[in-house]
């Protein structure tokens, strides 16, 4: 005998494209803000925190072969901030998918700082390279990406209608926007 399964009216369902989008429009950001720092407070190359997470990236792939410190090493790990954007955007959003933008950004802050200590003290063990980013400016960093992936995912999920006293065109909500 089969029995049929009605969804309530209470459950939601994350939406996956928001979160990814949403993850990696933030990692992005973290990128440029890890960028930013090491370049004006840290004094290094501003590529050096790429260099790090590839260094960290192709240290856990390929644990004989020793990367040196060039552009692909950067672009490794910007494509490994990539990856991990997206993946923290997915689980961002199941954590925050009930919630209010506010309390949506306080906990991707606290997430990210998680993210911190998992990678710059757990992770570090094992990757010694990433000590190099161990430092209250990739603390912030972490924070803000965190934070905002969350809210940006909250924002472009949100449901109420949006109106527009000016005339002008609204462009916070495109995703049901007709393509012709």
Same mark, same amino acid.
């Given at each position: 005998?089969?029995?049929?399964? &009605?969804?309530?009216?209470? *459950?939601? #369902? =994350?939406?996956?494209?928001?979160?990814?989008?949403?993850?990696?429009?933030?990692?992005?950001?973290?990128? =440029?803000?890890?960028?930013?720092?090491?370049?004006?407070?840290?004094?290094?190359?501003?590529?050096?925190?790429?260099? &790090?997470?590839?260094?960290? #990236?192709?240290?856990?792939? #390929?644990?004989?072969?020793?990367?040196?410190?060039?552009?692909? *090493?950067?672009? &490794?790990?910007?494509?490994?901030?990539?990856?991990?954007?997206?993946?923290?955007?997915?689980?961002?959003?199941?954590?925050?998918?009930?919630?209010?933008?506010?309390?949506?950004?306080?906990?991707?802050?606290?997430?990210?700082?998680?993210?911190?200590?998992? $990678?710059?003290?757990?992770?570090?063990?094992?990757? #010694?390279?990433?000590?190099?980013?161990?430092?209250?400016?990739?603390?912030?960093?972490? &924070?803000?990406?965190?934070?905002?992936?969350?809210?940006?995912?909250?924002?472009? *999920?949100? $449901?109420?209608?949006?109106?527009?006293? $000016?005339?002008?065109?609204?462009?916070?909500?495109?995703?049901?926007?007709?393509?012709?």
């Amino acid at each position: 005998m089969a029995s049929n399964f &009605v969804a309530g009216a209470d *459950t939601r #369902t =994350v939406d996956w494209s928001i979160a990814l989008v949403a993850g990696i429009v933030a990692m992005i950001v973290f990128a =440029v803000i890890e960028i930013a720092f090491s370049w004006a407070v840290r004094g290094e190359a501003p590529i050096r925190p790429l260099v &790090v997470y590839g260094t960290a #990236t192709l240290n856990a792939v #390929t644990p004989s072969v020793h990367p040196g410190g060039g552009p692909k *090493t950067a672009i &490794v790990g910007a494509v490994c901030l990539l990856a991990l954007g997206a993946l923290s955007g997915i689980i961002l959003a199941y954590i925050v998918d009930r919630i209010g933008i506010a309390a949506a950004a306080i906990a991707g802050a606290v997430f990210g700082l998680a993210m911190y200590a998992v $990678d710059l003290y757990g992770m570090a063990r094992v990757l #010694t390279s990433l000590v190099a980013l161990r430092d209250w400016m990739s603390a912030l960093a972490y &924070v803000i990406q965190g934070a905002l992936a969350a809210a940006l995912y909250k924002i472009m *999920t949100r $449901d109420e209608p949006v109106t527009v006293d $000016d005339g002008s065109h609204d462009l916070r909500n495109l995703r049901h926007a007709p393509l012709v």
